[in-house]
């Protein structure tokens, strides 16, 4: 069997096709996947795909196409690089790494970045198939690689990747480059990315379409030129185009012909008077309408003129198609300036040709040069586009440019009629003649569209003698026919007769170039027109030659001539670069021919066009060196000033281009050998005349020609030497060393500002660096380097910043140390010093920063690392210790300066440019710097103090350069380069740290500097590997390793060797280390862990326990958590920090004899807990909608903030994080009741508190006041009005205590409109769901845990179960109720267990009180919910088939919540789960008080909506009495009223007491709802109504019932205030000798839970039979007009009270500040401050003592009502009937004589009655005054129950028979108007007006509570424990007299009880009452 054998050559390979790997050791390969190769067998390789390299195995060796690849690290380690070229291998893995990026982007529905990356990619792949190819020119090669760079640019920006370094197309290793020059690559390819340079040259595209118009018919010629409207000339010459008779071109076919490019436009011709202005002229008869004859001669006539401005095109980026409307002129005489009045609007002139008429034409701007053109728009010029030039040459003339136009305008004419009446048509022909007398062919061009031809014929106007054509033709001659050649005007004649001939009558003519060689002069010539005939010939051109041409050059003899009125105007305009106008430039030219005129021509030449100049530059040079050779000494200085005056035209930017063409000439065509020794002398002479002179301007324009007069005398001395072999060598040495002397000494001179010698340094200066490179060409270089360092070093010291010398210098500097002078290491040495001098100079003094970083880059970037030896070494040394501590300054400097605020990006640029240029130059610094130059620098500074400052310098700077805003987000690359060089020079500095600054020389700040940058180097996102790409991690850390680890290490050593001085860090570096291992590197994690053991440890030993260590642990945990640090694994990690003391044995036996460890492990316990749910909450923060679990999780959150870890600061904030989530979901009652936890850790105080969250500055009591409006709006909101109402009250308490009546108002106002919406508002009722969560896939809040949910409106369970499903989509719902075991808790899974349940109200005695509307009762069905039910029946023992009811029992299971519902929750933990079984009778029981009760309610609505809803009221009495009938309660009587069950269940006896009564109700019921049925029926239900009639009879006869017992006709309808369980003994039957029945009746309101805020009322009025069925009278409304006003209560009967009882406080009392029940007409408000209540905030905790009844002086005849804070088995005990009935009014009026105090009616709505109102004075029932027996204390009455909205009731207590208004409840219930509640007034003895007493409630329980400061519960309803029984204020007890038996229940106090009643600081107030203190808490200060 073979061997695997490593592989030589086979290194690198592709996969050719997808490999599934299913051998064994198989490795899968998809098609593309790159390969690298480690052995080879049998046909088999194996390795590894480049993408994972941890994953290795075989693969077939035919499944892969090897590569040619360089291996690096040969051996296990080794890297293979492919050989190819690096954009290949760039493509390659760029398109890989978009590849699975781009198919996120599907996933992520980014549709169009999508398809736009798609088109790339392709194009990429399209790109890269050529380059590999090869087959591409070099050009073309540089093309495509361009363009692919670009593109994987736009992509890698795109996509948020990293922007590559990139020099000639190939990635840069940063290795390999200096850190400045890579700053500079990054820079620049960022600057590309960010702003192109604006073009300077633009280019206008113009395509014809067609003409539009009615009356065309002939053929157009259409010219385009632009015109420029602010100097009424053309600026183009004009495009031609021909149009056929349709007005469309002709030859469609040849688009080119269409279309032109008016080229070289300057970016000052794209303004908006610059015009396209285009002419349009037929060809065809001379008058438009003329008719059709034998006639063909055509003639050129004005058709229309159109235009638009150029400035309307340059917003458009493509080709805009245009209809460009055309104008005729009225007259043709002024045809030639109709243009001009479109432009200036002088509609006179012209108009609209047709309405419909226009010209279609497509224009569009192009920009930049017009090789960049020719390259993006290449197929406009394959096809030969007419190229349409500017008139003159463009703003950059170059030298190869090759041009001859001469364009001849013709302007007009003036002739005579010749006889004629009329004038003549005028045509003019123009034709261009050789010297011979030959028309030239094809040189006559009337534009650029078509081509050239023999002559040209004008435009006709009809009748004008002084035609105006304005016609521009264009003659392109060559150079050589200009010489002779002349051009011929021919005038015709044009007869508008039958023969239409053209007739001859003149002509002119003008030679092209004049004797002396001058090309026609440019201007207007007056041309003479020769008369001649028709027949005339004009063949032999010599003849006319001889005759003068212009007027302009006549002789003066010649008067015939000028005296003629015929002439012709023409312009001409010569655009040539071989042709001159200009004669001076000809007789310097011809020098020799006029040797006298040498001095003036010289002395012209500046005034010379310096076009004309460069035309004839090598011509012109020859010339002044050949005159400078032969009369040197009496021309020299003449030609030196010419010769200055050319360079610096040079200098020019038109004609900056043809400075290449003076370098050729020097080089190959100058042959001044002689020449260097005049240029010298002159050139000294000027520098030496330079101090003295007062003029400098000349002297400044021969320094500026330095350059190149250097550049001559080097030239000239090489061809000397060359020519002589080197003679007089030293003289020219000599020559040139004055010359620098003088130079020195020039610069030397101290300048001061303004004065002209600094302007000429500035101008020396500024070109002397371009001397360096010719003196190098003569001179050594060490030589050049002297000259320029003592030329430079002689420049004045003194620096001054206003100096203009100042930036100059720098500049010199700057273009010295980028020059090739100074690249040379040996003339380097020499330069260094001075460079170093001048710049530390700038550097201080904080100047010229950006030159600065400009020199600083050029050095560094010399140097490089690889070159590190001696040279370099020793510059590395002279630079730090001349720079690196100003550079340090600068750095800071420039990062702490303010950013501009400037509106232009300009300054802001600049800024950050300048600090990038030297973090860059620092690091190329410190990347330099080896261990030697370290330790030089750290010997440098041998005090103490100098290396602190620096330490702490140099560790802010690096802490400057992590900053993520230090680079731009892309620059990965160089991030990661400096982080290296921060790494390795904090590795070398950390010694010194160590060294210097331990034991006794500590030094807190340095170290807390050290950590400080060390924890923010590793907490930085460019280090996070974790986040990046398989590959890009793979890459760096081959590069660099994982740098947080080193740097972790090196914390840990450092911490090491801290010692005692660990306690200085402890608690401050807690933070910073915790963050830190929160990196989820796990190496990093291992090292940094246990210094957390250590930070305890010492803690310990300083302070005894580590609480410091635990606050900041918890503060820091949490924010850092919320930032997305930490994960799962790190929980566990953190959780065995116990575990990890395991490797230090000795440490574990010294932390065993400890005593913390015990409180160590509990410490750890506590920061896992709470990791686990901040690591739920951030996971559950994920999602973008808010879910339960999203909620649930904040809610555990913020209950373990305040239970476990008291953090009073962060459990605030969760409550507002909790409150934002509940309103996002528009769970507005949910987020009432969270942000009430924030409100009742307030106080109504003037304390103030800080800025917080949102909150402004403020006092406690604002904040409060903004907390209960806020609170009032959500529940507003979410319909929770009655809690509303409570806070209202609470604001309105507030607002009268300050006097604030306008918010006063508004606050009773809002508490009205909440009634309002209690009455008219409808509200659904939520439905209810347990939800069990099993399985330990859930989070920790909810793993394993059952709660209860409020679901949402119309939200039923198969609803709710999907959405649950949906919130936690990997759940398994089962499907049974059972509990489950624990294969499912423990299960790794998911379990929902969902049912729903059915809520337990607490406010049974709301629910079940007469007259309490339907709208009022919904709101207690589902609200302030503790405990939910859940039935299962079954049966138990045997089952008897006849009557299953004898075994029918029901398993019920009572849930107990931890809190109320609703809450701040939508759902609740279960805290307690009962389980009872219901008998079959107690079931029985319940089933028919359930029927019963629903009996009851719809008999009432049917009475109340009478006479709408009838149909539920049928459908129930339908039911009922049918299924008795059928066997319903004869199953009952046979199950449970015999002998045998009796017998067998002798305990429930009672029970079946019960059960009969409740048959018998119920019959009743039917008897009365039958009644009432039969009044509302509908006539088509008469004979269902019948039946039921009938079917109720044999009901009543198979229950044995002849006649209805007594007590069941004593109250027809018994509505019951409890459950019917709750009264089960039957009640002696009561009746009047007059057969009224008066029956004891329950409280109304009985609603254990509730705030007993009620004043129920006594009204004489009796009601009718129903009435006493329904509990209320016939109409509510009638209640309240009995009353004085609609807030009162009365009390009236046929007998009237005592005056004393009745009137207990004078009215004026009502509103005094000075009473302390001034707040007695507010309603009573038992919450709202939860340091002075036992209970909730909004109702308190329904008490649960047991209470007895108060005796009756009524014996037996009627038992007392009931009262609500009755428990369960008082009210069992003491059993009465739940209902009364009285008869009608007239009867209850006889009753009352004789049985006075016996009637009680229905309650009234509960409104108390204010002080002061008419209520005030109305009777009591009783006839005799009340006597009343003082208790020691302030006695009050048992309360009645409340409504939800009643106020406190104040009573007297009676013990007469002839006082109760009501024997019933032994208590008169009277009016808040007769006593105050608030106040706890006494009722006076008789005869005595009652006092005006002030009461505190004083309940020693309540104290009790006060003082303990039991912090506030989380819900408005409940706070601390809800059942927990409420003691008896004094207030309210009970006067012994009256109260021999227990005490009744008390209500709490209110809390304005137990404030002053107006403001503590008004000094008019005397009986000043303390506000109780606030619990002392942190919140305070927020």
Not at 485 to 513: A, I, N, W
Not at 1532 to 1559: C, N, T, V, W
Not at 1671 to 1684: A, K, Y
Request: charged share 25%.
């Amino acid at each position: 069997m073979n061997m695997w054998m490593p592989t030589e050559l086979e290194k690198y390979g592709v996969a050719l096709a997808s490999f599934r790997g299913t051998v064994p050791h198989g490795l899968p390969l998809e098609i593309g996947d790159t390969v690298q190769i480690l052995e080879r067998c049998e046909g088999w390789y194996r390795g590894f795909v480049l993408k994972n390299p941890n994953v290795k195995g075989i693969f077939p060796a035919c499944y892969i196409h090897l590569k040619n690849a360089h291996i690096k690290n040969k051996g296990q380690f080794e890297t293979v690089i492919p050989t190819e070229d690096s954009v290949i291998t760039e493509m390659t893995s760029t398109l890989r790494e978009w590849g699975a990026m781009w198919k996120q982007l599907y996933v992520k529905n980014e549709g169009d970045l999508f398809h736009r990356l798609w088109h790339v990619m392709n194009e990429v792949l399209d790109l890269r198939r050529q380059v590999l190819v090869g087959h591409l020119t070099q050009d073309r090669m540089r093309d495509v690689k361009q363009h692919i760079t670009a593109r994987l640019d736009w992509g890698n920006e795109q996509l948020g990747l990293d922007l590559v370094p990139r020099k000639e197309f190939a990635m840069v290793d940063p290795d390999e480059i200096s850190v400045t020059e890579l700053y500079s690559l990054m820079e620049h390819r960022h600057r590309k990315k960010d702003a192109p340079a604006p073009a300077s040259t633009h280019h206008l595209f113009a395509q014809v379409k067609s003409l539009m118009s009615s009356n065309l018919g002939e053929d157009l010629d259409v010219f385009f030129t632009i015109y420029d409207g602010r100097e009424n000339r053309p600026l183009s010459e004009r495009f031609f185009v021909r149009l056929n008779k349709q007005g469309v071109p002709k030859s469609p076919e040849k688009t080119e012909k269409q279309c032109t490019l008016f080229v070289d436009l300057g970016s000052s011709d794209l303004r908006k008077d610059v015009y396209i202005v285009v002419h349009i002229i037929r060809i065809g008869r001379m008058g438009a309408g003329e008719k059709k004859n034998a006639n063909s001669t055509q003639y050129r006539r004005p058709f229309g003129c159109a235009l638009v401005s150029v400035a309307d095109l340059l917003t458009a980026d493509h080709k805009d198609d245009h209809l460009l409307k055309v104008y005729t002129c009225n007259t043709e005489s002024e045809w030639y300036q109709i243009h001009e009045n479109i432009i200036r609007k002088v509609n006179s002139r012209y108009n609209l040709s047709g309405s419909n008429a226009g010209l279609a034409v497509s224009l569009q701007l192009l920009h930049g040069d017009i090789e960049q053109i020719r390259r993006e728009y290449m197929a406009l010029f394959t096809r030969g586009i007419a190229i349409t030039k500017k008139l003159g040459f463009s703003d950059i003339i170059m030298p190869g440019e090759m041009r001859n136009d001469l364009y001849v305008t013709l302007e007009r004419g003036e002739f005579e009629k010749g006889g004629k009446s009329v004038a003549r048509n005028v045509e003019v022909t123009v034709c261009v003649l050789d010297a011979d007398g030959l028309v030239l062919k094809g040189s006559v061009w009337a534009g650029s569209g078509e081509s050239g031809a023999d002559e040209y014929h004008s435009i006709v106007l009809y009748h004008n003698n002084s035609p105006r054509w304005a016609e521009q033709i264009k003659l392109p001659l060559p150079v050589d026919k200009f010489r002779g050649s002349h051009m011929r005007f021919e005038f015709r004649h044009c007869s508008t007769k039958d023969k239409g001939e053209k007739k001859l009558f003149g002509f002119s003519f003008v030679p092209l170039m004049q004797e002396d060689g001058r090309t026609l002069p440019d201007g207007t010539h007056e041309l003479i027109v020769h008369k001649c005939e028709e027949n005339t010939s004009l063949q032999d051109c010599a003849r006319y030659l001889k005759l003068p041409f212009s007027k302009g050059n006549l002789p003066g003899n010649n008067q015939a001539a000028k005296g003629s009125k015929e002439s012709f105007w023409i312009t001409s305009f010569l655009c040539s670069t071989k042709l001159t106008q200009n004669g001076d430039m000809l007789d310097l030219l011809k020098w020799r021919a006029h040797p006298e005129k040498i001095s003036d021509s010289l002395s012209k030449l500046k005034e010379i066009d310096g076009s004309e100049i460069v035309k004839f530059l090598q011509d012109t040079l020859d010339t002044l060196f050949g005159i400078l050779d032969e009369s040197s000494q009496r021309y020299g200085l003449k030609v030196f000033d010419c010769l200055v005056h050319i360079i610096n035209l040079l200098q020019d930017s038109k004609f900056q281009h043809f400075k290449p063409v003076m370098d050729t000439y020097i080089e190959s065509h100058f042959a001044g050998a002689l020449s260097y020794r005049d240029l010298i002398k002159v050139l000294k002479w000027y520098v030496d005349r330079i101090v003295d002179a007062e003029h400098q301007d000349h002297i400044q324009q021969v320094l500026k020609a330095s350059e190149y007069i250097f550049k001559y005398i080097i030239q000239s001395r090489r061809l000397y030497a060359l020519a002589t072999g080197g003679q007089n060598e030293d003289e020219f040495r000599c020559c040139v060393r004055e010359l620098f002397m003088s130079l020195r000494f020039f610069l030397s001179q101290e300048s001061r500002v303004g004065s002209p010698i600094a302007q000429t340094q500035v101008v020396f200066l500024r070109t002397f660096p371009s001397v360096y490179s010719e003196l190098l060409k003569i001179f050594a270089v060490r030589e050049v380097a002297s000259f320029v360092r003592e030329t430079l070093g002689s420049l004045s010291a003194a620096a001054r910043a206003d100096c203009p010398l100042e930036p100059v210098k720098l500049q010199c500097i700057a273009r010295t140390v980028e020059s090739p002078l100074y690249t040379n290491p040996e003339s380097r040495c020499i330069l260094l010093p001075v460079v170093l001098h001048l710049l530390q100079a700038h550097l201080q003094e904080q100047r010229d920063l950006v030159m600065c970083s400009r020199i600083l880059s050029s050095m560094f970037s010399l140097i490089k690392k690889e070159e590190v030896g001696s040279p370099v070494s020793e510059e590395v040394d002279v630079i730090v210790r001349s720079l690196l501590g100003v550079l340090l300054r600068t750095i800071l400097e420039i990062t702490n300066r303010p950013q501009p605020t400037g509106n232009g990006n300009a300054p802001r640029l600049q800024f950050q440019d300048v600090t990038g240029e030297f973090v860059a130059c620092l690091l190329a610094l410190l990347r330099q710097m080896t261990e030697k130059h370290y330790q030089q620098l750290l010997d440098s500074l041998s005090n103490k103090e100098d290396l602190r400052d620096f330490l702490l310098q140099i560790f802010t700077v690096f802490r400057i350069l992590i900053r993520p805003e230090m680079f731009p987000k892309d620059w990965t690359v160089m991030r990661l380069v400096t982080n290296n060089v921060i790494i390795t020079t904090v590795l070398y500095l950390s010694d010194a740290l160590r060294k210097n600054f331990l034991n006794e020389k500590f030094d807190y700040k340095v170290w807390d500097s050290y950590f400080y940058l060390s924890v923010i180097f590793i907490n930085q996102p460019c280090l996070q590997l974790e986040m990046f790409s398989p590959s890009k991690r793979k890459k760096i850390l081959e590069k660099y390793g994982d740098m947080r680890v080193m740097m972790g290490c090196e914390i840990f050593s450092m911490w090491q060797n801290l010692g005692e001085h660990k306690l200085n860090f402890i608690p401050a570096m807690i933070g910073p280390f915790l963050e830190v291992t929160l990196v989820p590197q796990p190496d990093l994690r291992n090292v940094m862990i246990p210094i957390f053991h250590d930070m305890m440890d010492w803690e310990h030993r300083r302070s005894g326990n580590f609480k410091q260590v635990e606050a900041k642990l918890i503060d820091k945990l949490d924010s850092l958590m919320s930032e997305g640090k930490g994960d799962e694994t790190y929980r566990e990690l953190f959780n065995s920090i116990i575990p990890l003391f395991g490797p230090y044995p000795s440490l574990l036996k010294k932390i065993e004899r400890e005593t913390w460890r015990e409180s160590g492990v509990s410490l750890i316990a506590t920061v896992t807990r709470l990791m686990e749910r901040l690591l739920d909450y951030r996971d559950c923060m994920k999602a973008v909608e808010v879910d339960g679990k999203k909620i649930g999780c904040t809610v555990s959150l913020l209950n373990f903030y305040k239970t476990e870890l008291n953090k009073e600061e962060m459990y605030i904030r969760y409550i507002h994080k909790l409150y934002d989530l509940h309103l996002k979901a528009q769970n507005y009652t949910e987020a009432a009741y969270t942000l009430l936890l924030y409100d009742e850790l307030l106080e109504w105080s003037d304390r103030p508190l800080r800025e917080f969250l949102n909150y402004p500055m403020q006092t406690e009591w604002q904040r409060k006041e903004y907390l209960h409006l806020t609170i009032v709006q959500n529940f507003d909101r979410g319909k929770c009005w009655e809690n509303g109402i409570i806070l209202c009250r609470e604001l309105a308490d507030q607002y009268e205590a300050y006097y604030d009546y306008r918010n006063l108002s508004k606050m009773r106002m809002m508490e009205a409109s909440l009634y309002d919406k209690i009455m008219d508002q409808q509200r659904l009722e939520p439905e209810f769901f347990r939800v069990g969560f099993y399985g330990k896939k859930f989070p920790f809040f909810l793993r394993n845990k059952e709660f209860v949910c409020r679901g949402h409106d119309y939200e039923r369970l198969e609803a709710f179960q999907q959405r649950m499903l949906n919130e936690f989509p990997h759940a398994i719902a089962m499907q049974h109720v059972n509990l489950p075991d624990d294969t499912i808790t423990q299960a790794e899974a998911q379990y929902l267990q969902i049912y729903a349940v059915t809520p337990i109200p607490e406010a049974q005695d709301v629910l079940q009180r007469d007259g309490v509307p339907d709208s009022i009762k919904s709101f207690y069905k589902v609200n302030h919910i503790w405990r939910f039910r859940y039935d299962r029946p079954f049966h138990k023992g045997t089952k008897d088939k006849e009557n299953e009811f004898k075994s029918l029992w029901v398993e019920r299971t009572t849930l107990t919540l931890v809190q109320s519902l609703p809450g701040i929750s939508r759902w609740f933990e279960v805290e307690k789960r009962e389980l009872m079984e219901v008998s079959p009778l107690e079931n029985a029981i319940e089933v028919l008080e359930n029927k019963n009760l629903q009996l009851r309610g719809l008999i009432a609505q049917c009475q109340a909506r009478h006479p709408h809803s009838v149909s539920p009221l049928t459908m129930c009495l339908n039911g009922v009495i049918d299924a008795a009938v059928n066997g319903g309660l004869a199953r009952y009587q046979e199950a449970f009223f015999g002998k045998d069950y009796a017998a067998s269940h002798p305990e429930d006896g009672e029970k079946i007491g019960r059960l009969r009564e409740l048959m018998f109700e119920q019959a009743h019921i039917l008897e009365y709802g039958l009644a009432l049925h039969e009044k509302v029926v509908p006539q088509d239900m008469r004979p269902l109504h019948k039946k039921l009639v009938d079917q109720f009879h044999l009901m009543k006869s198979s229950l044995g019932i002849q006649e209805l017992p007594a007590y069941v006709h004593a109250s027809p309808v018994p509505f019951t205030n409890g459950s019917p369980r709750i009264c089960r003994n039957s009640l002696s039957n009561v009746i009047s000798p007059d057969g009224g029945r008066i029956v004891a009746r329950r409280s109304p309101l009985s609603y254990p839970a509730g705030n007993r805020y009620s004043s129920s009322s006594l009204s004489s009025q009796a009601s009718n039979e129903v009435s006493n069925i329904t509990g209320q009278s016939e109409s509510s409304d009638e209640v309240f007009n009995m009353q004085p006003s609609p807030s009162t209560s009365s009390l009236s009967s046929n007998h009237s009270a005592s005056p004393n009882v009745t009137s207990s406080a004078p009215s004026s009392a009502r509103g005094s500040p000075l009473l302390s029940d001034k707040h007695k007409h507010s309603r009573e408000n038992s919450c709202l401050s939860p340091r002075d209540r036992p209970c909730s905030a909004i109702y308190p905790n329904p008490p649960e003592p047991p209470q007895r009844i108060l005796p009756h002086l009524m014996g037996e005849s009627s038992l007392p009502r009931s009262e609500p804070n009755l428990s369960a088995p008082d009210r069992v005990a003491n059993p009465t009937l739940g209902g009364w009935s009285v008869d009608t009014a007239k009867e209850a009026s006889a009753q009352c004589s004789d049985t006075a105090g016996t009637l009680v009616s229905p309650p009234v709505p509960p409104r108390p009655s204010y002080a002061g109102s008419p209520a005030r004075n109305l009777r009591s029932l009783s006839p005799v005054p009340i006597p009343i027996a003082r208790s020691p204390q302030k006695n009050c009455v048992p309360p009645l129950t409340p409504s939800p909205t009643e106020c406190q009731p104040g009573g007297l207590v009676s013990n007469s028979p002839a006082l109760s208004g009501s024997y019933s409840s032994g208590i008169s219930s009277l009016s808040r108007c007769s006593v105050s509640d608030a106040s706890g007034l006494e009722a006076p003895p008789a005869g005595e007006p009652a006092p005006l007493t002030s009461s505190v409630s004083s309940g020693s329980d309540e104290l009790l509570r006060r003082e303990n400061k039991t912090p506030p519960p989380y819900s408005v309803y409940e706070r601390t424990n809800a059942r927990r029984p409420v003691p008896l204020p004094h207030s309210l007890s009970i006067p012994p007299s009256a109260a021999p038996l227990s005490l009744p229940p008390a209500l709490p106090p209110k809390p304005h009880q137990l404030r002053p009643a107006k403001l503590d600081s008004d000094p008019r107030r005397a009986d000043h009452v303390p506000r109780p203190r606030p619990l002392p808490r942190k919140v305070s200060q927020l």
